[in-house]
């Protein structure tokens, strides 16, 4: 009766939530298994960034709600974004809810969960749907627990909860309260006990990433909270690689510019969210900054590395976006040649400014401007990985994958790689050098010394290489 099946949808901080909430679990006596149906309770933890993502989530569980008709013990929660956005309005159109979580309430997950499974064997009154969805101080500091179960080279942590923008567009400040960060000590305790299990790169989350602990923690020698946080990671033996996502153009300042310059395990790639490419649509979107600006800040970075990687958000159709706003995206698009982007159609998000906006988008055009951009996202990323071919590139190796007898690792710059290895050069930096590529991935093979490379048969032990 304690198996747990935890169902993701959205975005990393998600990813690292869920992993959180089963680690609590784990703990707590609770088994984790890998699918619904070897499961005695599955819980959805839901996304509400666009429509398509929580439709999908109500739609899983109108599938799920109908396995309690035949087996009344099987239990079904909801958790996350959209438990928090839609609230008693899902407990109403789905009565067959066990568990409505919201985002400040992870934590309590286990406690729900144990007492449901004690009214099941007849140990107090049955409830109705457990709605759990208040804000909590300090729920930013429990979002800790990583599953140590399997290795994990790459991690996430979560550095802060909520969002303070107003971003016309985006219901995360609904469904994620006010930013709340965690204490820096507190992070770096976090971070030394993942390297004890074998994290050599960290990817630290948050809303808006770099305004961690504006108000909580003093700027010193002009540098910024969150440069203070990257400085003191610096200094963590055993981390080799630190990655974070995502910042908001507006605060990118220069020290954080110069963070990059200074701190040599700060890798050079940055996902800096643009939306669009025009200022009449950053205006709309109360995005609080301009074009202009955002091309100084790719500047700035590449000034300091000129091969620096970018990543970005767009979103096509906002409410208003006429051809001439859209070319302008496009002319960002070409002037960064992005390495990677997610590329949204503006979905309606109830409750928020621009869902009542008029000049609403037709959906074909969405779909139109949203293919052209993957157009020129699929050829930048191309040029980018074609001009890697030759070079050695340092590899931290993640894994097997998925296919093939390869082995996966990402370059400082986040562009896959496969290449022959073995298990023992999982967690190891190594040199790759690069003789083919897609848009997708990097192909080469292991270099020993820099110079000569080694077929998969006889590979060195990673202190010998
Ligand atoms: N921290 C990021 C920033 O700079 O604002 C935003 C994180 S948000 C969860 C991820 C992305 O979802 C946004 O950057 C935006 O591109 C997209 N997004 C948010 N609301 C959207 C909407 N209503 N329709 C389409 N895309 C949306």
Not at 85 to 95: F, I, T, V
Not at 281 to 305: A, C
């Amino acid at each position: 009766m304690n198996r747990v099946y935890i169902k993701t949808y959205g975005c990393q901080m998600n990813e690292r939530d869920s992993e959180a909430v089963g680690a609590m679990l784990r703990r707590r006596g609770y088994s984790l298994v890998n699918n619904e149906s070897d499961a005695d309770v599955v819980l959805l933890n839901t996304c509400s960034v666009r429509d398509q993502a929580e439709q999908k989530a109500i739609g899983k569980t109108g599938y799920l709600a109908k396995r309690k008709r035949t087996d009344p013990n099987f239990v079904l929660g909801i958790m996350g974004c959209m438990a928090q956005n839609r609230g008693e309005e899902l407990a109403d159109r789905l009565p067959d809810l066990d568990l409505l979580v919201g985002t400040q309430k992870f934590h309590a997950v286990p406690d729900h969960l144990d007492y449901i499974l004690e009214t099941q064997k007849g140990l107090g009154p049955q409830p109705t749907t457990i709605v759990d969805l208040d804000a909590e101080e300090g729920s930013q500091n429990t979002i800790r627990e990583h599953l140590a179960d399997k290795p994990q080279v790459s991690t996430f942590v979560s550095i802060m909860q909520g969002c303070n923008m107003n971003c016309a567009f985006c219901i995360v400040p609904k469904t994620r309260g006010p930013e709340r960060a965690r204490p820096i000590e507190a992070i770096l305790d976090e971070i030394e006990e993942l390297v004890d299990g074998g994290t050599k790169e960290v990817t630290l989350l948050g809303q808006i990433v770099n305004s961690y602990g504006r108000r909580e923690i003093p700027i010193r020698g002009g540098k910024s909270p969150f440069v203070q946080l990257l400085e003191r990671i610096q200094e963590i033996k055993g981390i080799e690689r630190i990655r974070f996502t995502s910042p908001h153009p507006r605060g990118f300042r220069q020290d954080l510019v110069e963070a990059y310059r200074d701190l040599s395990k700060l890798c050079e790639y940055v996902h800096l969210p643009a939306q669009s490419g025009s200022n009449r649509m950053l205006k709309l979107m109360n995005r609080p900054y301009s074009r202009e600006r955002y091309l100084e800040i790719v500047d700035n970075l590449k000034s300091v590395f000129p091969d620096m990687y970018f990543s970005t958000d767009i979103i096509v159709g906002f409410p208003g976006e006429k051809e001439e706003d859209f070319e302008e995206t496009v002319d960002l698009f070409q002037t960064v040649a992005y390495d990677m982007a997610f590329i949204f159609k503006y979905s309606i998000r109830s409750g928020t400014p621009a869902a009542t906006m008029k000049d609403q988008v037709p959906q074909k055009l969405k779909e139109e401007r949203n293919q052209r951009l993957l157009g020129l996202l699929e050829k930048s990323s191309l040029a980018r990985n074609k001009s890697l071919i030759g070079t050695n590139q340092e590899i931290l190796i993640e894994g097997k994958a998925k296919r093939g007898n390869l082995y996966r690792g990402k370059t400082r710059g986040f562009r896959t790689c496969l290449v022959p290895s073995s298990e023992r050069l999982v967690g190891e930096l190594v040199s790759v050098r690069i003789d083919r590529a897609t848009a997708s991935s990097l192909y080469g093979d292991l270099v020993l010394g820099g110079v000569d490379e080694i077929g998969s048969d006889e590979l060195l032990l990673p202190e010998e290489i």
